[in-house]
C-alpha cells in the first residue's frame, strides 16, 4: 500500500540514478536526493561513491557525502533522501536497508529510493520510516516533466 507525501522527481533525476546503477553495475550504486527541505520535490541528484564497493551493501562515502551536503546547504537546500540499486532484488527494503533507516542520525524525514537492475525492467520505488511502527513504508513516486 502506497502511503505518504509523494516523491517527485524529473525524468532527467531518473535517467541519472539508472545511468549511475548501470555505471557501477554489478556492485550496487548510491547517491543522494537534493531538494527543498520537507517538500519531497528533487532538484538533482547527486552520485556518491559507494565505500563498500559491494553488490549486496551500501555506504555512502563520508567525505563526498560531507561536500554534497554544504554545498546544498549553500544553496538553501537539503539532502532529503537517499537512492541506492539493487542489482539482484526488487526495489523494496531489504532488513540491512530498514536497520539502516533506522539508525539516530539518520533523519526520519528521509526518502529511502531503490532502483532495481540486473534483471527485468528497471523500477523505482521510494520509502519512508513510518514514525508509528518504525518499520518502511512504500511512498508514490511522481516523475515530473
Request: aromatic share 6%; hydrophobic share 40%.
Amino acid at each position: 500500500m502506497l502511503t505518504g507525501s509523494p516523491l517527485r522527481l524529473t525524468r532527467t533525476a531518473w535517467l541519472q540514478i539508472l545511468a549511475e546503477a548501470w555505471r557501477v553495475y554489478p556492485e550496487e550504486a548510491c547517491g543522494v536526493l537534493i531538494g527543498p527541505s520537507g517538500s519531497g520535490e528533487v532538484l538533482r541528484f547527486e552520485p556518491i561513491t559507494n565505500a563498500d564497493a559491494s553488490t549486496r551493501v551500501f555506504t555512502l562515502d563520508g567525505r563526498e557525502f560531507a561536500r554534497v551536503a554544504l554545498r546544498a546547504d549553500r544553496e538553501d537546500l537539503d539532502v532529503i533522501g537517499v537512492v541506492h540499486s539493487h542489482t539482484h532484488t526488487p526495489a523494496a527494503p531489504s532488513p540491512t536497508d530498514e536497520s539502516e533507516a533506522r539508525k539516530p542520525l539518520v533523519p526520519p524525514s528521509w526518502y529511502w529510493a531503490i532502483a532495481s537492475v540486473g534483471w527485468g525492467e528497471p523500477e523505482l520505488r521510494a520509502h519512508r520510516v513510518d514514525p508509528e511502527s518504525a518499520g518502511m513504508v512504500e511512498t508514490p513516486v511522481v516523475l515530473t516533466h
